[in-house]
């Protein structure tokens, strides 16, 4: 490291595969202290790889009591950090990889003038394809609506006056939750242009559409549900914005993948309509989780 900022990072594990590994010895050489969570907690297929990440020095294992979501699993890895006492948070998934001096960058977005910066990211690039995904090539260091999870780095003092993630999305659209608090406080969100995070979305599986090669997601029913029912429950807190619309692009591209591509069509359907029904259900109380 360069910077004398103390910086631990997070790591989320869902029934890893070996590239978490690396993906941990590239973070882990950038920051302080790097906590793994084991959101597969007794799962025979990854304690090997848990073994491996355990015996590493600057590495500590926090095992949960199975899948407890992303916005817990999160929040797990963050409240360790912040009791060890350190400055900043950095949060990824275990399917993204970081470039060398990528915190650094970050770090020198926290140095902006005016507002505050709450959270800082870096721009993305599809992990499968190497191409950067759209809107993502400009320059500098620039101003967001929200930031993904997966390489933003957080401010121990916006996290403290904005609190953790909503454990009760469990996940998808936590990410959006926690920037619309963060800028509701007066906090900035920035996207730092010159670093770019390897990233994959979904399962992520090359297929062929009218001669044309194009990847899926291939998310579950379940995960639709989830995607369905959080996507109503942000819309009820923040109204619509230009997220929204950006959102709806994305979603609408995702679905008409899955409608012509993908396999469970039907049960896919179903699952995002109960998401639906339970979006409008959902009793908006208690954002806040410290």
Not at 27 to 50: C, H, I, M, P, R
Not at 154 to 166: C, P, V, Y
Not at 171 to 193: E, M, N, P, Q, T
Request: aromatic share 10%.
């Amino acid at each position: 490291m360069t910077t004398t900022a103390r910086v631990a990072a997070v790591v989320l594990a869902y029934r890893p595969t070996k590239s978490i590994i690396t993906n941990v010895e590239k973070v882990a050489a950038q920051v302080d202290a790097t906590y793994v969570v084991n959101n597969s907690a007794g799962e025979k297929s990854s304690e090997e790889l848990f073994a491996s990440l355990r015996s590493r020095g600057s590495v500590a294992v926090l095992d949960q009591p199975g899948n407890v979501g992303v916005a817990a699993g999160f929040n797990a890895g963050m409240r360790q950090a912040l009791t060890d006492g350190f400055e900043y948070v950095w949060i990824f998934d275990q399917d993204s990889t970081v470039a060398p001096g990528m915190l650094d960058a970050l770090l020198g977005a926290f140095e902006q003038p005016g507002a505050p910066v709450a959270i800082a990211g870096p721009a993305l690039r599809a992990e499968e394809t190497g191409h950067l995904y759209d809107g993502e090539s400009a320059t500098g260091v620039r101003d967001q609506s929200a930031l993904i999870s997966s390489g933003a780095l957080f401010s121990r003092k916006a996290l403290e006056t904005i609190g953790l993630h909503d454990e009760r999305l469990f996940i998808d659209y936590v990410d959006h939750d926690i920037s619309f608090r963060a800028r509701s406080a007066g906090f900035r969100l920035v996207k730092v242009y010159d670093t770019v995070l390897d990233h994959r979305f979904g399962a992520s599986i090359e297929s062929r559409f009218l001669g044309r090669r194009i990847y899926l997601s291939n998310y579950s029913p379940t995960r639709h549900y989830y995607m369905t029912r959080n996507r109503i429950v942000i819309i009820r807190r923040y109204g619509f914005g230009r997220w929204f619309w950006e959102d709806t692009a994305y979603a609408t591209k995702a679905w008409v993948k899955v409608l012509l591509c993908e396999k469970d069509r039907m049960l896919k359907m179903r699952a995002a309509l109960r998401g639906l029904v339970a979006g409008l259900r959902f009793r908006q109380v208690g954002k806040r989780v410290d």
